[in-house]
Nanobody
Framework: QVQLVESGGGLVQTGGSLRLSCAASGRTFSLVGVGWFRQSPGKEREYVGW????????NYKDSVKGRLTISKDNAKNTVYLQMNSLKPEDTAVYYC????????????????????WGQGTQVTVSS
């Protein structure tokens, strides 16, 4: 089993920055990758980006490229989502999710490809 805990959310003004953290515990050595998703009220959960277990491969939703960056610290079993130039439309609950060892890098933008989820952290961008 794997447990994920997000932190770092909060209220920020347009143009500001936040760094979210996703701390993993348990059988983390078996994970294929970690993704970030977000969900606003009344909307479906939306893919933001993904990083593989080594930290050498990343993938992003087109609309966030250049503003959001995913990185990881393997020693701390933590994945980060650095968010810059934030916009009101970035307001959402942000979730990290991990893929079990039976998964691959295919379809990482689909929530169904993830086996473990954190509880989410709220990000609110004021205009």
């Amino acid at each position: 089993q794997v447990q994920l805990v997000e932190s770092g959310g909060g209220l920020v003004q347009t143009g500001g920055s936040l760094r979210l953290s996703c701390a993993a515990s348990g059988r983390t050595f078996s994970l294929v990758g970690v993704g970030w998703f977000r969900q606003s009220p009344g909307k479906e959960r939306e893919y933001v980006g993904w990083i593989d277990k080594t930290g050498s491969l990343t993938n992003y939703k087109d609309s966030v490229k250049g503003r959001l960056t995913i990185s990881k610290d393997n020693a701390k079993n933590t994945v980060y989502l650095q968010m810059n130039s934030l916009k009101p439309e970035d307001t959402a609950v942000y979730y990290c999710a991990a893929q079990g060892p039976w998964r691959s890098a295919a379809g990482v933008n689909q929530p169904t490809q993830y086996d473990y989820w954190g509880q989410g952290t709220q990000v609110t961008v004021s205009s």
